[in-house]
């Protein structure tokens, strides 16, 4: 499905169709979902122009916020996770999904880079941000819900090497229902 998605951006954007990123909507438009889709099937360099090339067409009060979490998920596919945590860190957090962005960003560049600690620390601090945030919304509060606990088991993987641990992550992701 990302593949057949980028392919209808590259062909949107090739055709000159991208009206839809100058408009402003709750939480900000479409630039985010473009990179993001480029980002999964593997387009780093394609996202990389789309950002330089299509950023300045952003409304004034997304602008920011959207360049900085752009640059964000390129610099973690890049493995580059110290640039990938500055750009979310300066991320103005607004809207439900700014503060996913910036805890799960954090969490994979710890993660993959092997700062289980830091990894740890911001996975406590999101987990109290869902816990004691009560207008986070409920319909989507149940897939960081289940991210969280699949990493906290990840963790213990890493941690011990228990190969039990992978049967319990498959199990709890079946069960997720998403």
């Known amino acids: 499905l990302d593949f057949e998605m980028f392919e209808i951006f590259k062909s949107k954007i090739e055709s000159g169709l991208f009206k ?23 387009e780093d360099k394609w996202a990389e122009e789309f950002i330089e ?16 979490t752009a640059k964000a998920f390129l610099y973690l596919k890049r493995k580059n996770y110290d640039d990938a945590v500055k750009y979310i860190k300066k991320l103005n957090r607004k809207f439900h999904i700014h503060d996913l962005d910036f805890y ?11 700062n289980i600690v830091e990894c740890l620390r911001v996975y406590k601090i999101f987990k109290e941000y869902l816990n004691n945030n009560s207008s986070f919304p409920g319909n989507i509060k149940k897939g960081p819900v289940n991210f969280l606990k699949i990493l906290r088991i990840l963790i213990s993987y890493k941690e011990t090497g228990n190969k039990y641990l992978l049967n319990e992550i498959e199990q709890t992701i079946e069960n997720t229902g998403e």
């Open 20 to 42: 839809d990123l100058k408009s402003s909507k709750i939480g900000g438009n479409h630039f985010r979902d473009y990179v993001y889709i480029a980002l999964n099937v593997n």
């Open 53 to 68: 090339n299509y950023s300045h067409y952003l409304p004034k009060e997304l602008k920011e916020n959207n360049i900085n």
């Open 104 to 114: 799960t960003i954090q969490i994979f560049a710890a993660y993959d880079s092997g």
